[in-house]
């Protein structure tokens, strides 16, 4: 069956630093999705993705945060200088049109120091 | 803003028996619904969906309904099992805002043998 992967697992990083993280959706889905969990929190959404722009975003995606799809398979989320309250799982999510479910990825542990 | 709550975060129920894990809404505006699982270090699993002009849905042993007058959705299992304990989360969405699921705090089921 079809999944969503996300790359890496883990991902520990210095606060200030860059970091990407990488999912590889479903290949015939056409809307892509971030997600995150804060320790304790609810699963909050990030953005959308489609026809290789930006559909919505949360205000919690602010200019520190940007999406790409540099090839066909790739949908990358990457935080340019890193905040310690940015610690969370990432997950990743795909659908095929926007009224059909979302699926979603095994997610990305992020630990700022 | 908690528009999608779960407020029993946690169920223990026995094997065999049914497990009710319950959600509420304060958005009128939600129109589509679904209940995810998750394991530990694992991202929500889709299990079952409910469009708004429906009050129930039914996929083997799991079935979801919906009162939309109460602002209210359940999910039913059974009979449960041991592989169903997992953290239920809720979600819902909605037409204006397709895309982007507003997600429940989550009911952690324990079944016992």
């Known amino acids: 069956e079809p999944e969503v992967t996300q790359t890496p697992s883990h991902q520990v990083t210095q606060m200030g630093q860059e970091v990407i993280l990488r999912c590889v959706p479903i290949s015939n889905h056409l809307y892509f999705y971030w997600y995150r969990q804060i320790l304790g929190q609810k699963v909050e959404f990030l953005v959308s993705?489609?026809?290789?722009?930006?559909?919505?975003k949360s205000e919690i995606f602010d200019d520190q945060f940007s999406v790409e799809r540099p090839d066909g398979s790739n949908f990358t989320l990457k935080i340019r200088s890193t905040k310690l309250e940015d610690s969370a799982m990432y997950f990743c999510a795909s659908s095929v049109g926007s009224q059909e479910t979302q699926y979603f990825g095994p997610g990305t542990r992020l630990l700022v120091l | 803003d908690q528009q999608v709550k779960q407020n029993s975060p946690s169920l223990s129920v026995q094997e065999g028996r049914i497990s009710i894990l319950n959600c509420d809404y304060t958005?009128?505006?939600?129109?589509?619904f679904l209940w995810y699982k998750k394991y530990p270090a694992e991202g929500p699993t889709f299990l079952i969906s409910i469009s708004s002009i429906k009050d129930k849905n039914e996929d083997g042993r799991f079935t979801v309904f919906l009162n939309k007058s109460a602002k209210h959705l359940s999910l039913h299992i059974v009979p449960s099992q041991p592989g169903d304990s997992a953290v239920y989360f809720c979600a819902a969405i909605w037409s204006g805002s397709a895309r982007q699921l507003t997600f429940g705090s989550g009911t952690q089921l324990t079944v016992l043998p």
């Open positions: 958005n009128s505006m939600f129109d589509y």
């Open positions: 993705f489609y026809n290789n722009e930006i559909s919505e």
